[in-house]
Structure formats: structure tokens, C-alpha cells
């Protein structure tokens, strides 16, 4: 079956700009995770969601980060102004339920701020 | 203090060797465990889950401890192919990560 699939998997934006990366989970998982991965570091909590609604949204850095998943499958983290220090792999994993089954990662988008 | 913690390493231990992982977890109502394992420019993959009771898969055993708040790696009779980040994950009210350690199996 279909796993984890994030969209685009490199994404290159100028300073200041406006980008946003796409998740979509394994079908029928309720739970979704978003995380950023900096090279030679684990991969760092931003937002947890369980079902449509932001579960836990602290790792987020601050405000010019935003996620939806208006539906409760498909999520998009979103970021405004964008700096050269967000440049990063963002990681989407999803888990069958938000009770501390497995999760499984989508293939990561890198984003490159120039 | 972080939620995970783990020796970042490197490990680079000789093909044949048994080499172990530990990693530590601050909050104590943590419910589930997992191993990870990352190629480089690679997404995490779910190498085995953890259970209290201590599980074994081929090669690979993983160990909790919940007195001491750790978790554990073992790999046996370690192979080139084992070369990889090893990451532990705890699950309390969401998923935190390590920073993963880095194993090199040396021919």
C-alpha cells in the first residue's frame, strides 16, 4: 500500500518568501506529525495532529510557522518570511492512531532558503 | 532538558561485533518505545517497536527500563550492511526523537 507522501521532496525559495510543503498520510492513519531535521541532528517536534485538530502545536518555533489538515487526512505546513535558518529536511510521519502506535515517515521535503 | 536523549557517537565497530545503544527519556509517562533507523539523505524507517518485556528480532533486541527511564539496542554479529543513524523515539503526548547515533560497521 501507499505510505507517507510528501510534496515537492526539494524546495528552493528566496529569503522572505512564502512556501508551503505537502503531507499526505497512509490512508485511514488519524495521526500526524510534522518535524524538522537539520544534518547531523534527530528529527525536532514541531506539531502533532489527531484527526483535524492541532493536538500539540509547541514545537512550532514561531508564528511565521503554520499547519493545517483541515480534513483530517492531507496536512500543509506553511511558513511566511521565510529565513536562511528554516533551511531544513521537513519530515511528515503519520500513525494509525495518536495513541503511541508506530509512525511511519514520508521521504522528507528539503527546503533550501537562498 | 530534552525529551530523548542518546550519545550521538560515532560507533565504528568491526564486522562480527556486538555493539549496544542506550538512550534515556525525561518524562516518566511515556507509554511506547521504538528504534529507527536512518540512511544519510534518508527518511527514518521503524526498525522494531520496544516492549516492556524486552523483544527480540534475528540479530536485533531491544530492551526497556522503566525504573531507570532507558531504552536499548542491542545488535549482534553486527554486518556492513548495519551501517546507519540509530534513532529512539518515546511516545508520551506526542513523539519525541534522539539525535540518533551513528554506527559504522568496519570490514
Known amino acids: 500500500g501507499a505510505g507517507v507522501s510528501q510534496t515537492p521532496s526539494n524546495k528552493v525559495t528566496e529569503k522572505g518568501k512564502y512556501v508551503e510543503l505537502r503531507c499526505d498520510p497512509i490512508?485511514?492513519?488519524?495521526?500526524l506529525y510534522w518535524y524538522r531535521q537539520s544534518l547531523g541532528q534527530g528529527p525536532e517536534f514541531l506539531i502533532y495532529f489527531q484527526g483535524t485538530g492541532a493536538a500539540d502545536d509547541s514545537g512550532l518555533p514561531n508564528d511565521r510557522f503554520f499547519a493545517v489538515r483541515p480534513e483530517g487526512s492531507v496536512s500543509t505546513l506553511k511558513i511566511q518570511r521565510t529565513e536562511r535558518g528554516d533551511s531544513a529536511v521537513y519530515l511528515c510521519?503519520?500513525?494509525?492512531?495518536?495513541?503511541?502506535?508506530?509512525?511511519?515517515f514520508g521521504q522528507g521535503t528539503r527546503l533550501t532558503v537562498v | 532538558r530534552k525529551e530523548v536523549e542518546q550519545d550521538p557517537g560515532p560507533f565504528n565497530v568491526p564486522e562480527g561485533a556486538t555493539v549496544a545503544f542506550n538512550c534515556t527519556y525525561s518524562n516518566s509517562a511515556s507509554q511506547s518505545f521504538f528504534w529507527y533507523r536512518q540512511d544519510c539523505r534518508k527518511e527514518p524507517k521503524l526498525l522494531m517497536s520496544v516492549y516492556s518485556s524486552g523483544n527480540e528480532d534475528g540479530r536485533f533486541t531491544a530492551q526497556l527500563n522503566r525504573a531507570s527511564q532507558y531504552i536499548s539496542l542491542l545488535i549482534r554479529d553486527s554486518k556492513l550492511s548495519d551501517s546507519a543513524t540509530y534513532l529512539c523515539?518515546?511516545?508520551?503526548?506526542?513523539?519525541?526523537f534522539g539525535t540518533g547515533t551513528s554506527l559504522t560497521v568496519i570490514p
Open positions: 510521519a503519520s500513525s494509525l492512531s495518536g495513541l503511541g502506535t508506530e509512525a511511519f
Open positions: 523515539g518515546s511516545f508520551g503526548n506526542q513523539f519525541y
Open positions: 490512508s485511514g492513519h488519524t495521526a
